[in-house]
């Protein structure tokens, strides 16, 4: 049965990290160092396995990823939870390779890192891509309960508007993720050009017409319910309760993305 809880009222405090890795040695390693370090970890020895786990358990909050994996490799884990999430992704790997390197990170990884490694320095370096991003206040569940009107299902790319699914495109549900992570904070149109299309030249104009579809899905026929505030020069801003003014676009933390 799937777990579902309301928005920011989650018992789990710590960040989960996902590893998929074939080793079972190195697997296990990860699993103590990163739990001694005070994170929440699961593990699959394959991307498939590891596809399986966001599907029972919900999204992490980083995932690190091996290369050469049985079943499903690790490039084709990262291509496939990138269509619906933006989950930052270190590769950790043997694989050397310059040009292997450059394509991972230019395609889904904030880090990669060559085996063998130090456990510390990887640490270090999850640490780091975790405060870059900030924090989130929502729960990692199988379905994320935003509201008593909407909850998201990110694995299987459904909105659930009143009781209703609804189907979500891909670049809808990462729209939908990168704002369940920053509730409250302006995010400016750049910012979400290049989380969302990284290499595509896609205008501003497109970005709205995602959005504008986007706000169709999730807000319904009911008035009342306006999730996505377009803060004109700014941005968006995603909140859990409907502005008591109409004309009202400044509710919750008025922090801008990539101004912190």
């Not at 966001?54 to 490039?75: K, R, S, T």
């Not at 999730?218 to 803060?231: C, D, N, S, W």
């Not at 941005?235 to 990539?258: E, M, Q, W």
Request: aromatic share 6%; glycine share 6%.
């Amino acid at each position: 049965m799937l777990k579902v809880r309301p928005l920011g009222d989650s018992p789990i405090k710590a960040k989960r990290i996902l590893i998929a890795e074939d080793d079972e040695e190195i697997r296990r390693l990860l699993m103590v160092k990163l739990k001694r370090e005070g994170f929440e970890v699961v593990a699959a020895p394959s991307g498939q396995h590891a596809l399986d786990l966001i599907d029972q358990y919900g999204l992490p909050h980083l995932a690190i990823v091996d290369i050469n994996m049985p079943i499903m490799g690790g490039l084709e884990f990262c291509e496939r939870i990138k269509r619906f999430s933006d989950v930052p992704i270190i590769i950790l790997t043997a694989v050397d390779e310059s040009k292997t390197i450059i394509a991972a990170i230019e395609q889904f990884a904030e880090d990669y890192i060559i085996k063998p490694f130090i456990l510390g320095e990887l640490v270090a370096r999850i640490q780091r891509v975790l405060k870059r991003l900030g924090d989130f206040d929502y729960t990692l569940d199988a379905v994320i309960q935003v509201n008593s009107f909407l909850a998201v299902d990110f694995s299987h790319q459904l909105a659930i508007v009143d009781g209703q699914s609804i189907p979500l495109t891909p670049t809808e549900t990462k729209l939908l993720h990168i704002f369940l992570t920053k509730v409250g904070r302006v995010i400016p149109a750049q910012f979400l050009l290049e989380r969302v299309w990284p290499h595509e030249e896609i205008y501003e104009e497109a970005l709205r017409v995602h959005i504008s579809r986007l706000r169709q899905k999730i807000e319904g026929q009911h008035k009342e319910h306006k999730f996505i505030l377009t803060e004109r020069g700014r941005g968006y801003r995603f909140i859990l309760d409907p502005p008591k003014d109409s004309s009202a676009n400044t509710l919750g933390d008025k922090s801008v993305i990539g101004e912190q």
